[in-house]
Antibody, heavy 117, light 112 residues
């Protein structure tokens, strides 16, 4: 059974960079797509983007100018960087595995990131 | 972007009664090349991540009770809980996974 665990700071200052890592266990990161999804305080779910084990990426156009995703196959991890954050980026951030067809079949427990001074 | 709109935003159903949640997409999520609807349903309970219930509009995931069923095609979809149980109290989301960016409905809260 695939397990995912998000890690990173729970508090980020405005204009700084939000950095999160997802550690995958129970499956090799190679051979799959992986994504980041966030859930706002109002409970809306927003897809941020995907990364493949090769390093290939695809981002939500609404966030593309501020997002970078990467993968570390040696550690079985993938990461999210979101630059120039504002209070609107406050959310629970989830990492997920992508199943055939592009839907999300395994999720981490999520990590709350608050943007505030 | 494909906009996903769910209705209603919330509904209260008695135990043992039927719950029906609708999801409408702003454009078809039926992919002609494989004749599959790229539409999934998720259930989210408080403090937990979303859980995949139904894929390809109508395929129940392993372990999901058969009181949950998905239907629809093209732009109009429905998730039905045939006989609501206490453990079904949750927020339900539809997701289109045909186009980038992937987009979710706003969620429907099911209460007793």
């Amino acid at each position: 059974q695939v397990q995912l665990q998000e890690s990173g700071p729970g508090l980020v200052k405005p204009s700084e960079t939000l950095s999160l890592t997802c550690t995958v266990s129970g499956a090799s990161i190679s051979g799959f797509y992986w994504t980041w999804i966030r859930q706002t305080p109002g409970k809306r779910l927003e897809w941020i983007g995907y990364v493949l084990y090769t390093g290939s990426t695809g981002y939500n156009p609404s966030l593309k100018s501020r997002v970078t995703m990467s993968v570390d196959t040696s550690k079985n991890q993938f990461s999210l960087n979101l630059r120039s954050v504002t209070a609107a980026d406050t959310a629970v951030y989830y990492c997920t595995k992508v199943a055939d067809g592009g839907l999300f079949d395994s999720w981490g427990q999520g990590t709350l990131v608050t943007v505030s001074t | 972007d494909i906009v996903m709109t769910q209705s209603p935003d919330s509904l209260a159903v008695s135990l043992g009664e039927r719950a029906t949640i609708n999801c409408k997409s702003s454009q078809s999520v039926l992919y002609n090349s494989d004749n599959r609807n790229y539409l999934a349903w998720y259930q989210q309970k408080p403090g937990q991540p979303p859980k995949l219930l139904v894929s390809w509009a109508s395929t129940r995931e392993s372990g999901v009770p058969d009181r949950f069923s998905g239907s629809g095609s093209g732009t109009d979809f429905t998730l039905t809980i045939s006989s609501l149980q206490a453990e079904d109290v949750a927020v339900y989301y539809c997701l289109q996974h045909l186009n980038i960016p992937r987009t979710f409905g706003q969620g429907t809260t099911v209460e007793i």
